[in-house]
């Protein structure tokens, strides 16, 4: 098992609120990732940040924003959110080239 | 557009039977990885193979790759109920700064008892 957790595991919540989806690793892996998959289809990267302090947006455009002001955790902000925001969350680890991936957050926007 | 796409997009086999799975991808590679994710969970990886490899081995998983044709298939030999879940290859681009890994569309494999 993967030492990377994500919670909550599920979240309910109504348009126009904002979230936070918190992913954290205790690897110490400098490289972490959030992708969004929606059921029966691929993972689409949508932040990754190499380090302290560095984040990138990934392939597929997203309004929610990261941060990684420590090493072990990589939280993931909805400032507002929408029933399109309907989805899985993805958070992942590596230090090398294969992926850790925690259990996910499933997200519903009403 | 996805790099990876994968086939069958559904395969449905009994216990004991032997499982194939394609993936062919679109751009160069340094490598190509297999994972699974069981329905609702997060993806677990199985096996990774480098673009100068042509076969890897692990347990009951083979995996093959051919760069000229840009495929890979997955084996899995003597399936269990408990190999039911969905399985994604996943593409590490070639000379890229970046370290990030572009999945297919996966295959559902389901192994009936």
């Known amino acids: 098992e993967a030492d990377i957790y994500q919670t909550p595991r599920y979240l309910v919540i109504g348009t126009g609120k904002k979230i936070t989806l918190e992913c954290s690793q205790t690897m110490g892996h400098d490289k972490m990732y959030w992708y969004q998959q929606d059921p029966g289809m691929e993972l689409h990267l949508i932040h990754y940040s190499y380090g302290v302090n560095s984040t990138e947006k990934g392939d597929l455009s997203s309004e929610s924003t990261v941060s990684r002001i420590r090493t072990e955790h990589f939280p993931l902000t909805l400032e507002s959110a929408r029933p399109s925001h309907t989805s899985q969350y993805l958070c992942?680890?590596?230090?090398?080239?294969?992926?850790?991936f925690g259990s996910g957050t499933q997200l519903s926007v009403l | 557009s996805q790099q990876g796409e994968e086939d069958p997009q559904a395969l449905s086999i009994q216990e004991g039977e032997n499982a194939t799975m394609n993936c062919s991808y679109k751009t160069s590679i340094n490598n190509l990885q297999w994972y699974r994710q069981n329905s609702g969970r997060g993806l677990v990886h199985l096996i990774l193979?480098?673009?100068?490899?042509r076969e890897k081995h692990s347990g009951r998983l083979r995996v093959t790759l051919d760069t000229s044709k840009k495929s890979s298939s997955l084996l899995i030999t003597a399936s269990r109920a408990a190999d039911t879940a969905s399985y994604f290859c996943?593409?590490?681009?070639?000379?890229?700064?970046?370290?990030?890994?572009?999945f297919g569309t996966g295959t559902l494999l389901a192994v009936q008892p």
């Open positions: 996943a593409t590490a681009r070639y000379g890229g700064a970046t370290n990030k890994l572009i």
């Open positions: 193979i480098r673009s100068n490899e």
């Open positions: 992942a680890s590596t230090i090398n080239e294969k992926l850790f």
